[in-house]
């Protein structure tokens, strides 16, 4: 995927309960061009975050572990309320099955405590930037399961000639990762209608997210005719 990194400074929003691990992620992540905000949360938090406020960050980091089983609940009210937002999510473990549900949900990059203190500082670039830090072989099966899972999130021929000049100008930016505000400002139309084109090429695709219509068109970038 992308990997340039920003140029401005990366504004980071580290979450956990506990206060341990927010020291050590701030002591990894002290350094030049990082802005830090931790937020020690409480464990009720993690399904409700009407209690919590949440600054804009360009990535938010999630200590998962520590509010699991609410992780799912937890990313689904950070995007939601900051849908430009990026997730990375660290914990004890990951196996392929916890690996696919965090990046269905929106995360874009996982990481176990252990990969964190070496693999954190040169993930957050490359996710600010569009990327995605998942092991290669994770971020494969996971793109297998997406075409296998259901015949309708196979690119088909008729969902390549049904897609307006608007929708494809606008699938082309969300290949580059770019927001819906940007997309709006670049293609001179509303936030709101990027919003209704956004939803009409997950409906076509079959697909229910953006990273999944993102990884799906990357695997079969070839079938979209240029």
């Known amino acids: 995927m992308a990997t340039t990194a920003k140029s401005r400074s990366l504004s980071v929003c580290l979450l956990s309960p506990h206060p341990l691990v ?27 975050l009407s209690g919590l406020a949440l600054p804009e960050a360009d990535i938010f980091v999630v200590d998962a572990h520590a509010v699991r089983p609410n992780t799912s ?8 309320r900051h849908p430009d937002g990026r997730v990375i999510v660290v914990c004890e473990k990951l196996t392929d099955a916890t690996s696919h549900s965090l990046l269905r949900l929106g ?3 996982l990481l176990t405590y252990t990969e964190a203190v ?7 670039p490359l996710v600010a930037s569009g990327g995605f830090w998942v092991p290669r072989n994770v ?19 008729d969902n390549q000639t049904q897609l307006s000049r608007r929708e494809r100008e606008v699938l082309d930016s969300l290949l580059e990762n770019v927001s819906n505000k940007e997309i709006a400002s670049k293609l001179n ?4 209608t990027v919003k209704f084109h956004v939803s009409k090429l997950l409906n076509k ?14 695997q079969q ?5 240029a």
């Open 22 to 48: 927010l020291g050590e992620f701030e002591r990894i992540l002290t350094r030049p061009g990082i802005r830090l905000v931790t937020k020690q949360m409480e464990q009720s938090l993690a399904t409700d």
């Open 73 to 80: 609940s937890l990313i689904t009210g950070i995007l939601d």
């Open 107 to 109: 995360a874009k990059g």
């Open 118 to 124: 070496e693999q954190l500082p040169r993930a957050l």
């Open 139 to 157: 971020l494969s099966t996971f793109v297998d399961s997406i075409l296998t899972d259901q015949q309708k999130r196979r690119l088909k021929p």
């Open 189 to 192: 139309i509303s936030e709101r």
């Open 205 to 218: 695709f079959g697909v229910r997210r953006r990273a999944d219509l993102i990884l799906l068109c990357y």
């Open 221 to 225: 970038k070839s079938a979209i005719p």
